[in-house]
C-alpha cells in the first residue's frame, strides 16, 4: 500500500528544528535577518527531508514566477532546437524553467507567442525574431538574439566575422570567383554573414549573390539553382548563408555530376545535426549557442534582480557578439590547376 504521508514543508522543517516557518522561508529564499549558522543548518535540514520548494509559493515571496519564456522563429528549422537546448540549459543552472513558442515565421503569431508568455506571468524573455522585424519592449523585461547589427539586439553570433572567416578559408584554397547562396535578402543574419564574405575576399577575388526566395518567386517553389551553369562560367566555391542552402547546392551539383570538392567548393553555416555525416561532409561556420545563450540568460536575470519582472525593458549585455568557429571538413578544397587558370583568365578579360 502506498503511503500517504505528506511531503516535506516549511512547518516540518520548522517544528524539527524549534524555529518559526518565517525563519525557515527566509532561510531558504536567502531573506530576512538570520544567521549564516542557522540558515546553513535549516537548508542541510532541507535536502535531508528532501525539500523541495514550490513555485507558487516562491513567487508568492518574491513576485516572480522562476519562468522565463523563449520565443522562436521555426521550431522546425533544425538550427531552432539547438538554440532552445541552449537556453534551456542556462535557464536551469539560474534555476529557472523555460517556456517556449513558436511563431512559426509570422508575424502577427510572434506578437501573439509574446503577448501569450507574458499572460502566463514569464519574468521576462528571450526572443529570436521572425526576419527583418524589430522586438519593442513588452511588460517585462526581453533579451533578443538575431545579429550583432539589428538594434536592441542582446547578444548574438558574430556572423559578419564568421563570413570573413568563410572567405579567408576560400581564398587560402585559391578560389577567385564565389557565389554566395542566400534564402532570403530580407535576413538580417544572412545579410551579415554575406556582407563578412565579401568583405573577406582578397585582392583578385569576385562575389556575386543568389537570393533563392527571388529566384523561387519567378520559377516556382523548389526550382533548380541553375549551379552548373555557374561552375561552367567559372564559379569554383558555393558559399552557402546555411547548411540548409548548402545541402540544396550540393545535392544538385552531385546531380549534375560535379564533384564536390574536385570540381567546385560547397561552404555552410550553423553546423546542423547531419552536417558533419552528408558525403562529403560539409565545411561550415559554427555558432558557439552555449555561451549566448549563457550572455543572454545573465542579463536577463541582472535586470528582473535589480529592477523587478514588470520593468518592460529590452536587456543589453557587456558582450553583445560571440566569435563563430570555422570548421572544415571535407565539402571544400584547392582549386585544380585547370580551373585556376580558367578562373584567372575571365578575370583578365
Known amino acids: 500500500m502506498a503511503s500517504s504521508r505528506p511531503g516535506p514543508n516549511l512547518s516540518r522543517i520548522a517544528t524539527a528544528l524549534g524555529v518559526s516557518v518565517a525563519t525557515v522561508s527566509n532561510a531558504l529564499s536567502g ?8 540558515a546553513e543548518k535549516i537548508r542541510e535540514h532541507a535536502a535531508e527531508l528532501g525539500y523541495i520548494p514550490s513555485q507558487a509559493g516562491r513567487a508568492l515571496r518574491t513576485g516572480r514566477s522562476g519562468v522565463l519564456g523563449l520565443v522562436l522563429p521555426d521550431i522546425a528549422n533544425p538550427l531552432f532546437p539547438k538554440i532552445a537546448q541552449a537556453i534551456e540549459f542556462a535557464a536551469k543552472s539560474a534555476d529557472y524553467g523555460v517556456l517556449i513558442a513558436d511563431s512559426r515565421g509570422d508575424v502577427t503569431a510572434q506578437t501573439e507567442a509574446i503577448n501569450r508568455l507574458i499572460e502566463r506571468g514569464v519574468d521576462g524573455m528571450v526572443v529570436v525574431p521572425r526576419r527583418a522585424t524589430r522586438i519593442s519592449a513588452s511588460s517585462c523585461p526581453v533579451a533578443v538574439i538575431d545579429t550583432a547589427s539589428t538594434p536592441g539586439n542582446t547578444v ?17 584554397l585559391g578560389h577567385k570567383r564565389v557565389l554566395i547562396i542566400g534564402n532570403n535578402p530580407e535576413s538580417n543574419v544572412q545579410n551579415d554573414r554575406a556582407g563578412g564574405i565579401r568583405s573577406g575576399l582578397t585582392a583578385g577575388m569576385s562575389s556575386e549573390t543568389l537570393w533563392i526566395e527571388k529566384l523561387e518567386q519567378t ?3 523548389g526550382c533548380r539553382l541553375g549551379l552548373a551553369n555557374k561552375a561552367a562560367e567559372g564559379f569554383t566555391a558555393f558559399a552557402a548563408l546555411s547548411d540548409l542552402q548548402a545541402l540544396r547546392a550540393l545535392t544538385e551539383l552531385q546531380q549534375d555530376g560535379i564533384n564536390v570538392p574536385t570540381d567546385v567548393s560547397v561552404t555552410g553555416f550553423d553546423d546542423l545535426i547531419w552536417s558533419p555525416v552528408v558525403t562529403p561532409a560539409l565545411t561550415t561556420a559554427r555558432m558557439d549557442m552555449d555561451r549566448i ?17 514588470r520593468e518592460g525593458i529590452i536587456v543589453t ?3 553583445d557578439r560571440v566569435p563563430m568557429q570555422l570548421i572544415v571538413r571535407q565539402s571544400s578544397g584547392p582549386v585544380s590547376p585547370a580551373k585556376q587558370n580558367l578562373t584567372d583568365g575571365e578575370l583578365l578579360t
Open 293 to 309: 545563450a549563457e550572455i543572454a540568460i545573465s542579463a536577463l536575470l541582472k535586470v528582473i534582480m535589480e529592477n523587478g519582472t
Open 317 to 319: 549585455a557587456e558582450t
Open 31 to 38: 531573506k530576512g535577518r538570520v544567521s549564516e549558522q542557522l
Open 156 to 172: 548574438a553570433a558574430d556572423h559578419w566575422q564568421g563570413g570573413q572567416q568563410i572567405a579567408a578559408h576560400l581564398a587560402s
Open 219 to 221: 520559377s516556382g517553389s
